[in-house]
């Protein structure tokens, strides 16, 4: 085992799908997994305990955020991130690229990083790979990303040729400059290119890279489009590490991406729809806002083990807390939304190691 | 015992303080007791286990919010404040004379009742003793409040006097409306006039209602003030029954009035503080967005057992999310006060019990 406690080992495979069990200093992450995303240093509107009680033993947290506010100094005072936020389990942290490239102000790349302006207060800042593992290193997070160019969806081909040997060059750069504590996933790009995408996984497979990831989806491209070129990518992914699908997605991007071989997922939609007053279901998604609820006495899935679901909590009471601007119903929907997510990739894993994945997922995409 | 389920039983007098047992439909609440305010159906940001948690076996709910918003037949519909807020213990409500007093528009009094408009829609109500009553019982909360009249601080005598006349002919209308299996309590007013206060205790003490309430209270006059007027009322109310001491206040405010007799208390103090930053400690309050705390490791409070302090949050990281505008922290602090309330009365009732509450509460107002 390195100094960063890293280990990752695929314990069954069932076609492309994969269960396997990822090891770091803050303990065992069964995969396929879903990371929620704690933004700012917190599960929005949740304790560590309850997200934990979701599934979830890893969370993200975004370094661009954490960074400016409160300060990446201020967290390592702290005791980095897991002792500062009271999540004793797995933490993975953004490079900040993406942020400072969607969020930030006057950005400019050139190949030595980007230069932004904070979105908080204008200061200015220079995000260079070696930056990002400075700043994720001072986060203490177990696992760090490389900074990586992630072009716009629709971007011509040469724009994202360019994105890709810029992403390979910081990969360098970043495992130069890493933490020997601290395990590092490189980034795969290529837009929709098949070819520029395999291309990608094999270079960076040639780097001591703890796990790989794929980014620049999710981005504004067709969600077909997406998973076309996944079943492609995916199992190109050196095997034998983790592989992680960035910023995706729906119940059924997972299944879809789980059966092309991805072991990682984030993304804000549980936990965002959440306090934007969706519920998400087996069935669908609904919007507790609507008058049709407002004397339904059901809960939101009667099936649905989850604290808001268990308790009895109905959708009439649900929809006036939210009428109401009552902070209790962004809990309870992002609980419920966030024990969806990790019911589903633990039903998931399940089923690969039953060697039944195929038909779990056609049975969850297409419900009866 | 009656159709209510009521009973109240006083089991230790230590001077004017007593400790009690308050009985209800829903179940036992020890008294002195407060009883986090639940405005529109949830103590904000938490659950009904937080609130449980924190001490509480009793809240409040605003009648006027929820007979505007979901409506009061709904309530019913579902099965009553109880079931639909999956609080399984006491709650209260008031007459919702208050609130269409300080928050609705283009309020008149007559000898009849409150017309109003809604700050929700502008739609046109009228608030009589028998609609109060008809809405409570709806609502069918354990214990109803008499609709009653309550003059501003600075009032003249003659309003004064005036309002406590109109609260007692309003006092007679709402026993004659009463359902049996509702508690209802009369309210005392008389603003800062011993005599006033002592002679409307003494009439509505001939009525029978299960509990005497003092209003009129907190609303804009020096606090010590209170204090004098409380300490020559409070005990003058029938002491066989629990005597309330509505919309008041602090630790100290607590303290003072249990010394003087008082049983129940409600506030917004502890909840809504917190969602302003401030955490109160047996030394003061402290606004948890002070530069200070930016890389304090602390807890709020080394000594404090709520979930807050003992899982060891710190207020660098309290104050970074409340910067940040995350929910998280205004649960967190919610739960810290309401804590603090809670332990507050249960230890004043175990002095009382060991007939030591003078000097307990000398001790808990002035600390070492």
Redesign the interface.
């Known amino acids: 085992m390195s100094a960063s406690g890293f280990a990752f080992e695929t314990v069954a495979e069932d076609g492309p799908a994969r269960a396997g069990v990822l090891t770091t200093r803050h303990g065992q992450v069964l995969t396929p997994t879903f990371m929620p995303v704690g933004t ?3 599960v ?4 560590p305990a309850e997200v934990e009680a979701t599934g979830a033993r890893i969370v993200l947290a975004n370094t661009y ?1 954490l960074w400016l ?2 300060g990446a100094e ?1 967290v390592a ?3 980095g991130l897991s002792a ?3 999540w004793p389990h797995t933490t993975l942290t953004d490079s900040g690229g993406y942020q400072a490239f969607s969020l930030a102000e006057r950005r400019t790349l050139s190949d030595d990083g980007f230069v932004f302006r904070s979105h908080l207060d204008g200061s200015k800042h220079l995000l260079t790979p070696e930056e990002a593992m400075r700043v994720q290193g001072l986060l203490g997070s177990d696992i760090a990303m490389q900074l990586d160019v992630c072009p716009p969806a629709g971007a011509p081909r040469e724009e994202v040729e360019a994105a890709v040997e810029q992403t390979t060059r910081w990969a360098r750069r970043s495992l130069a400059a890493r933490r020997p504590e601290q395990a590092v996933f490189g980034i795969v790009q290529g837009g929709l290119h098949v070819d520029l995408r395999v291309r990608h996984a094999a270079e960076l497979g040639e780097l001591p890279f703890e796990g790989l990831a794929m980014g620049g989806f999710s981005v504004g491209e067709p969600i077909e489009e997406m998973h076309r070129v996944l079943v492609e990518v995916a199992p190109s992914l050196d095997k034998r590490r983790p592989r992680y699908l960035m910023g995706v997605g729906t119940p059924r991007d997972l299944l879809l991406a789980i059966g092309a071989g991805v072991d990682m997922f984030d993304c804000v939609l549980p936990t965002r729809n959440a306090r934007n007053g969706q519920a998400i279901t087996r069935s669908g998604a609904i919007s507790i806002k609507q008058a049709q609820y ?2 339904d ?1 059901a809960p939101i899935d009667e099936a649905c083990g989850c ?1 808001c679901c268990r ?4 959708r ?2 649900l ?3 939210f ?2 601007g ?3 119903v ?2 309870l929907l992002t609980q419920h939304n966030l024990w969806l997510y990790g019911e589903l990739v633990q039903k998931a894993r399940e089923a690969i190691l039953r060697h039944e994945f195929a038909a779990f997922a056609r049975s969850y995409i297409e419900p009866r």
């Open positions: 700012q240093g917190s929005k509107t949740l304790t955020h506010r409160p201020i005072e702290l005791g500062f936020t009271r407002k004397n006495p604290p308790l009895g909590y109905s009439a009471y929809r006036h807390l009428l109401s009552e902070i209790l962004l809990r």
